[in-house]
């Protein structure tokens, strides 16, 4: 299957700043990735969709100046939780759509655990 | 109605049976349908996906599709306690968005 990292996989950080989290697909192009946000037993919630070469889509409920995506490259996107605090402490995982054809798939990367002190 | 309904469980079984987990969607020309297993802690790793109506091996593992009833269906067969999971169903709807189900969390008892 088709492989999507996350860098980095853990972070802790102070309350105020910002962290950026890289999810890349490693053996495809990617012209469409998702972020997802999971709080403990909870499930996958959708924060937005993002777009190679365009502005991501947000969910309704995601502010999207606190959580700012870039995709710059077919194969590259980052989320940036900018002054982050400890509510935003989660599980964010994001994942690849691989359209080749008569398939289509999302895979996921590992996911970033954050802590916000 | 949500777009995509799983009972949210657990389903127990005991190790050896054939686990069944069950899916419906509520968008009636969806195209794709894909069944992830996440494991605690861990992120969802796909299992299979299914286009057509009709029944899809793979190992243990077969998907059911039933268009007519909006359906999809998992079954494990020989359940492991390595099964153990939470199983979330996706959808591809006519809109090209991949929406996911709650997930069933499935234990195999040794």
């Known amino acids: 299957g088709a492989v999507v990292s996350q860098h980095p996989s853990r972070v802790i950080c102070k309350s105020g700043t910002s962290v950026k989290i890289e999810c890349r697909s490693l053996?495809?192009?990617?012209?469409?990735m998702f972020w997802y946000r999971q709080f403990p037993k909870q499930s996958l919630m959708l924060m937005a969709t993002?777009?190679?070469?365009?502005?991501?889509?947000?969910e309704q409920g995601v502010e999207k100046d606190k959580f700012l995506i870039n995709h710059a490259s077919l194969t590259l996107s980052t989320l940036t939780v900018t002054s982050a605090h400890p509510e935003d402490s989660s599980f964010y995982i994001c994942?690849?759509?691989?359209?080749?054809?008569?398939?289509?798939?999302?895979?996921f990367g590992p996911g970033t655990r954050l802590t916000v002190l | 109605q949500k777009e995509v309904e799983q009972n949210s469980g657990p389903l127990s079984v005991p190790e050896g049976a054939i686990a069944s987990l069950n899916c419906t969607y509520s968008?009636?020309?969806?195209?794709?349908f894909f069944w992830y297993r996440q494991y605690s802690g861990k992120s969802p790793e796909l299992i299979m996906s299914?286009?057509?109506?009709g029944d899809k091996e793979d190992g243990r593992f077969t998907a059911q599709l039933n268009k007519a009833s909006q359906y999809v269906s998992l079954l494990i067969r020989d359940s492991q306690p390595s099964d153990s999971a939470t199983y979330l169903c996706?959808?591809?709807?006519?809109?090209?968005?991949?929406?996911f189900g709650p997930g069933t969390r499935l234990s195999v008892l040794p």
């Open positions: 993002s777009n190679e070469g365009s502005k991501a889509t947000y």
């Open positions: 299914i286009y057509s109506n």
């Open positions: 053996d495809f192009q990617a012209t469409t």
């Open positions: 968008d009636r020309v969806s195209q794709s």
């Open positions: 996706a959808v591809r709807n006519y809109g090209q968005n991949f929406v």
């Open positions: 994942s690849a759509r691989l359209n080749s054809g008569s398939a289509d798939t999302q895979y």
